[in-house]
């Protein structure tokens, strides 16, 4: 059965096996730790927020705001990993054609080119383990996201004071960084076992792929 953690650690065969027969439970499962560890981010982070309800400091994750926001999260986070699986598939297959790869049905490709996602679960399993270091953090609000601009301001400001100057927070950075280098090489070694096209070439369909969809997603805000 297809395994996320085998993508990320033991590419090249795992790929090679999986472009044989891609699965659409493949998929689904690297959907399904997506948004688990997405989760289990969110739970961590609300358990570091408390908010002023009723004069008194609440818990985000006791105030009766967290499950729904909980599931917005989630909801978005699939509208997220669909788009950003489409249009890195379709930028990939034009790029392949591009450079001389060979064709194929598109459907098997798409399957195998939404395994590559399963870096981001590392990402999120990561960040949970940074966010769990930081302090606590109050907040003079009464609704969880902040909405009105005096909010996110106040937010933003206990932010910068509390979480920015901790190395967790600065980490993240760097880790988005390292998460986007290995999802371009999941796709060069994706690409190659699929269209048997030379590493070179692989690559630069990777990079290409990825620059594509990196500048669509950031113009909608559809980031990972």
Do not use: C
């Not at 609300?46 to 908010?51: C, E, G, R, T, V």
């Not at 790869?101 to 996602?117: C, D, N, Q, S, T």
């Amino acid at each position: 059965m297809f395994s996320p953690l085998k993508v990320l650690f033991s590419p090249v065969k795992t790929f090679r096996e999986a472009a044989q027969d891609p699965q659409i439970k493949g998929l689904a499962l690297v959907l399904a730790l997506l948004l688990a560890t997405t989760a289990i981010t969110q739970y961590v982070s609300a358990l570091k927020i408390s908010l002023i309800i009723n004069n008194q400091p609440t818990s985000l994750l006791a105030s009766g705001l967290f499950t729904e926001y909980m599931l917005s999260t989630l909801v978005y986070m699939v509208l997220i990993f669909f788009f950003n699986w489409i249009i890195y598939a379709g930028a990939l297959l034009l790029l392949i054609k591009a450079f001389g790869g060979k064709g194929g049905p598109w459907r098997p490709f798409f399957m195998l080119a939404g395994y590559v996602f399963s870096v981001y679960i590392v990402r999120m399993g990561v960040t949970a383990v940074l966010i769990s270091t930081l302090p606590d953090l109050p907040l003079e609000l009464t609704t969880w996201p902040p909405i009105s601009e005096d909010d996110h301001r106040v937010y933003v400001d206990q932010v910068n004071a509390l979480w920015a100057p901790t190395l967790a927070l600065q980490m993240m950075p760097f880790l988005i960084w390292i998460v986007y280098g290995w999802f371009m090489i999941l796709g060069a070694v994706a690409v190659r076992a699929s269209k048997e096209i030379a590493w070179g070439k692989a690559a630069m369909v990777s990079l290409g792929a990825f620059l594509i969809n990196f500048m669509l997603s950031s113009l909608l805000g559809l980031m990972f």
